[in-house]
């Protein structure tokens, strides 16, 4: 009975092993998650957030710099002659806020479809400096986002949509597509990347109307967003295997939603999150949208072509993994490749 009983325990050993070593993808996720949601999202505060001081003159001049005196590295506050400036420059999304003194009600001008948030602030930073003057604030907003979306942060869930379509189905290419050669499940992920954006564009359009034109605009941008992203993981996948599943969601989760100006523009938050924005693909697919929705195309190349340096990532790193798979297939058994295949799809739907 103890001889049994032992083996039954030596077997076990390599089972609680392999289940204990799978463990660890949701746990670092959990982890991950965590610190990259508290750490973008918990305490938004300003950083350098571009606002301006309309007037001309000496006593412009130095009303703007005992703002920037008292606001310290909170703002980067410049002077702009005329009112007519200070639009332009919201409507180029360079600057958060314009504060209008003097008159019988001091204005700040600002574009909510930019961000709601910074705006926000503009307006919290702004308020007690026109009480100093004795009069109430007025506030004038020049690029206002559709009644269906009045804080703007649905093109933030659309990303979320979009994103996740996206990445969990390259678990599906990786794991229940693994038998097919890489040039099929490149084309299987551009075909999906076709599906996920049609929804996408299909959500923003017809079903929550966050978008009153530019459909065709909006499949577009969904589409070049989601097929870099299954063409990286379908890429990824060849040299990761079983830890693709977390590495998909610390590039295009953790990395990814935090950094893409959706809830907290770069200038409301910290420094890490704030430099990803510049050339994360998450970023170009928000900014991209709001250019399209908002902003007369304005900037809307810049961020086309940060989704097409993304996109052409995924063509060179699938294009690797099937130079690989071709050497590793020369020399192995079929034996082989049948058993590395079977627990690979295991692994991965672990993974999910």
């Not at 930073?125 to 206002?144: H, R, S, W, Y």
């Not at 295997?241 to 590039?251: I, S």
Request: net charge negative.
């Amino acid at each position: 009975m103890s001889g049994r009983t032992s083996a039954h325990h030596h077997a076990a050993e390599p089972v609680l092993r392999h289940v204990l070593t799978h463990l660890l993808t949701p746990l670092l996720m959990c982890l991950g998650m965590g610190l990259a949601y508290m750490g973008a999202f918990v305490q938004p505060e300003p950083h350098h957030l571009p606002v301006a001081i309309v007037g001309e003159g000496p006593r412009a001049t130095a009303f703007a710099q005992t703002v920037k005196e008292r606001a310290g590295d909170a703002l980067d506050v410049r002077t702009l002659a005329h009112r007519a400036e200070a639009v332009d420059e919201l409507k180029g999304r360079r600057i958060a806020g314009a504060y209008v003194p003097g008159g019988t009600a001091p204005e700040l001008i600002v574009a909510t479809a930019a961000s709601d948030t910074s705006a926000t602030v503009a307006e919290k930073i702004f308020t007690p400096v026109a009480a100093q003057q004795g009069m109430p604030l007025k506030v004038t907003d020049v690029v206002t986002t559709v009644e269906d979306d009045p804080t703007g942060q649905g093109l933030f869930f659309l990303l979320v949509a979009v994103s996740i379509g996206s990445y969990a189905s390259v678990a599906v290419l990786g794991g229940a597509g693994a038998a097919l050669r890489m040039r099929g499940r490149a084309l299987l992920a551009v075909g999906v990347s076709g599906v996920v954006s049609a929804i996408g564009a299909l959500l923003a359009g017809p079903v929550f109307h966050l978008a009153h034109h530019g459909l065709a605009g909006v499949w577009g941008l969904s589409w070049l967003y989601s097929a870099g992203i299954l063409l990286i993981g379908v890429g990824l996948h060849t040299f990761l295997k079983r830890w693709t599943t977390l590495a998909m969601m610390v590039l295009f989760v953790m990395l990814n939603f935090t950094s893409s100006g959706g809830l907290f523009r770069p200038e409301l938050q910290n420094g890490f999150f704030g430099s990803l924005h510049a050339f994360w693909n998450g970023a170009g697919y928000v900014d991209g949208l709001r250019s399209l929705l908002y902003f007369g195309n304005d900037g809307l190349s810049r961020q086309v072509g940060t989704l097409a340096v993304w996109l052409l990532l995924g063509l060179l790193l699938t294009a690797a993994a099937g130079f690989a798979e071709r050497r590793r297939a020369a020399g192995s058994s079929p034996a082989a490749q049948e058993e590395a295949e079977e627990e690979e799809e295991m692994e991965e739907a672990v993974g999910v």
